[in-house]
Nanobody
Framework: VQLQASGGGLVQAGGSLRLSCAAS????????VGWHRQAPGKPRELVAA???????NYVDSVKGRFTISRDNAKNTVYLQMNSLKPEDTAVYYC?????????????WGQGTQVTVSS
């Protein structure tokens, strides 16, 4: 199973981006999902998460601006980012707990750069 993240780019402060993370492979289902980010010189942090039942959680700094969602039919997870700020600049990674052939594993996407200019 592979996770492919896309949608990053350069945007002005106040703008929006939507990140996508598509899972490919066979014989799997996605359980919990999350988006993490890592800015230069800072540790990676969990930005948004969604458990299989649909409950979501966000880090305080993005509440009200970011929305995590999923399309189970497409095996894709999204992160809608609105009202972006320069401090949102980071490499964003998707991650998911994936159940495949009865075994659980945690998978990471390759990261996509988000740069917010002031």
């Amino acid at each position: 199973v592979q996770l492919q993240a896309s949608g990053g780019g350069l945007v002005q402060a106040g703008g929006s981006l939507r990140l996508s993370c598509a899972a490919s492979g066979s014989g799997f289902r996605i359980n919990d999902v999350g988006w993490h980010r890592q800015a230069p010189g800072k540790p990676r942090e969990l930005v948004a998460a969604m458990v299989s039942g649909g409950t979501t959680n966000y880090v305080d700094s993005v509440k009200g601006r970011f929305t995590i969602s999923r399309d189970n039919a497409k095996n894709t997870v999204y992160l809608q980012m609105n009202s972006l700020k320069p401090e949102d600049t980071a490499v964003y990674y998707c991650a998911a707990e994936i159940i495949r052939w009865g075994t659980s594993g945690y998978y990471w996407g390759q990261g996509t750069q988000v740069t917010v200019s002031s």
